[in-house]
């Protein structure tokens, strides 16, 4: 079944249920209003018993009725509006509760096995103007709702809630743009005017729900840890830091699966910093009694190491796709021929499609799920070590630094002579590069928690170990783009084509790998310094 999906920029206001509408071409850029239309809408909401959507501020709804007919799926704000899915309601279907599996595949990271079933209904009488600008562009919809809503939770009232709001939704175009920011703080100014007011509540579900909401049962929630005293506030951080990736890895999980690259990035990257801090976790058991719980996280590394891998080759493939095409772009002389050109198109984004192929399996599988359940369940009642050994937890952060810009150091030593061997294949360069950038990435990593909850000055090195886990990719990337082009180049020969494009494009690009690879000593040198100044704020 086909998606649709937007991006939602809307404010909301409670209104009087006499209030008059007050001239909307007085907002900014509104030139004339298209005639009132009115609809009678009819919305069901779906969620799991213990409301897991709802509380990640997820809407799901089966809403008939207006111009939109369909199931609509809303994802939480993250700064430029929220991204709304819909799919149309199947003629065929005669099964009401049977959400799409392309709306739910966006959210099984958060349902999971759970059941969704209706848990309000909204009814709403709308009267919908579009705003027109002067050049005959839709600016925004203006919408006066009157709405009738009931719970269908367990010992919610019977009697429905009644009020009346105001939406007043940009534009698409306009949804993230400096005018659209000026747009809305027009309208603000124009509708309260009127005695509109900011909205008492974030949504209609909401609203609907009422009291019938601290009612529902609550999936499993992360501790709240009670301080002993401020020795404990370490201890804290590394715990809340486990839930923080965590909740990253979650929010991430929706765009990996639609293939977004930068939400395939951004999950690696919490999927990653959850590995390192949970390892930090471990190490304040060495010397208490034995938990099962801590048997727990180490199935935990299994599973997130594999996870690791195959999010890091969907952004390996995306890099290299991407740096192919802007060789070829760059080719303004024509000397690359037709023939080479598509062979490496064609392999560059077949590579690509297979590996976010494997990312949205892997985001499928039950073993995925399984993981995130006992990672749920494991922050919910983790171990909690003695007081004496929660206080060496900020002891244990500095001892995750110290090791981690050893290793690099070691590795970038042997990496010289590497670096430096003609002879030296393109794979060979890749391991060194793949394995410096492991380690960059724990030292990016465990830096910040340093820096967050120890009293230490590693606020330079947070920010030098990142810019080099990015030289460090861009390094790993070009080399890899050397390889592909080599490799297809030899596959050219053997097949009695002529290869001198492939040996233009390897060389431009082995010309460009060099230049990245050497900028890899500068970064290095200010990792250096910046670490040396958090050993003398340890002194």
Request: aromatic share 6%.
């Amino acid at each position: 079944m086909s998606t649709e999906q937007f991006i939602e920029v809307e404010t909301k206001y409670s209104v009087e249920a006499d209030a008059t509408v007050p001239n909307l071409t007085k907002i900014l850029n509104v030139h004339s209003a298209e005639p009132t239309r009115e609809y009678e809408l009819s919305a069901m909401y779906y969620d799991t018993r213990d409301l897991r959507l709802t509380r990640a501020k997820i809407t799901l709804r089966r809403r008939t009725g207006g111009k939109d007919d369909g199931w609509h799926l809303k994802l939480p704000d993250t700064g430029g509006g929220r991204l709304e899915l819909s799919a149309p309601i199947s003629s065929t279907d005669t099964d009401e509760e049977r959400v799409p599996e392309a709306l739910l595949s966006q959210v099984r990271a958060v349902v999971r096995g759970h059941r969704l079933s209706p848990i309000a209904q909204v009814d709403n009488l709308r009267a919908e103007s579009t705003l027109i600008a002067e050049n005959g562009g839709p600016v925004a919809d203006f919408c006066d709702d009157r709405v009738t809503a009931w719970s269908l939770l367990p010992g919610a009232s019977p009697s429905p809630q009644q009020w009346r709001e105001w939406e007043f939704e940009l534009a698409e175009p306009l949804a993230r743009t400096k005018l659209g920011r000026q747009i809305l703080e027009s309208a603000d100014e124009q509708l309260t005017t009127v005695g509109a007011v900011d909205s008492h509540s974030p949504s209609k579900l909401l609203t609907a729900l009422g009291e019938s909401f601290s009612l529902a049962p609550t999936p499993p929630t992360p501790l709240v840890f009670r301080k002993y005293d401020d020795r404990d506030e370490a201890f804290a951080g590394v715990l809340h830091a486990i839930i923080a990736t965590r909740d990253a890895l979650i929010e991430q999980d929706p765009g990996a699966r639609r293939g977004d690259r930068r939400c395939v990035s951004a999950m690696l990257n919490a999927v990653r910093d959850l590995r390192s801090v949970l390892a930090m976790f471990i190490e304040l058991f060495d010397h208490e009694r034995w938990d099962n719980r801590i048997a727990t996280v180490a199935s935990l590394e299994t599973e997130l190491q594999q996870l690791t891998g195959v999010l890091h080759r969907a952004g390996d493939a995306d890099a290299v796709a991407r740096q192919v095409h802007a060789l070829l772009d760059s080719d303004a002389t024509n000397l690359v021929d037709e023939r080479a050109r598509q062979r490496l198109i064609h392999d560059v984004d077949s590579r690509k499609r297979r590996s976010y192929y494997r990312v949205a399996a892997a985001l499928e599988s039950e073993r995925y799920l399984t993981m995130l359940d006992t990672l749920d369940e494991f922050l919910a009642d983790p171990p909690l070590p003695g007081r004496m050994e929660r206080r060496k937890t900020t002891a244990i952060i500095v001892r995750a630094v110290k090791r981690a810009y050893v290793d690099f150091k070691k590795l970038r030593r042997s990496a010289l002579d590497v670096f430096d061997d003609p002879e030296v294949t393109e794979a060979e360069y890749e391991e060194h590069l793949s394995q410096m950038h492991k380690v960059a990435e724990r030292l990016r990593t465990v830096s910040r928690v340093a820096l967050e909850f120890t009293p230490y000055d590693s606020a330079r090195l947070s920010k030098e170990s990142k810019r080099l886990v990015e030289t460090l990719l861009e390094a790993q990337y070009s080399v890899s783009v050397c390889e592909l082009i080599l490799k297809r180049a030899r596959q050219a020969a053997g097949r009695n084509e002529d290869a001198f494009a492939y040996g233009l494009l390897y060389q431009a690009e082995r010309e460009r790998s060099r230049k990245v690879l050497r900028s890899i000593d500068r970064r290095h040198r200010s990792v250096k310094s910046a670490y040396k100044r958090f050993k003398r704020s340890i002194a």
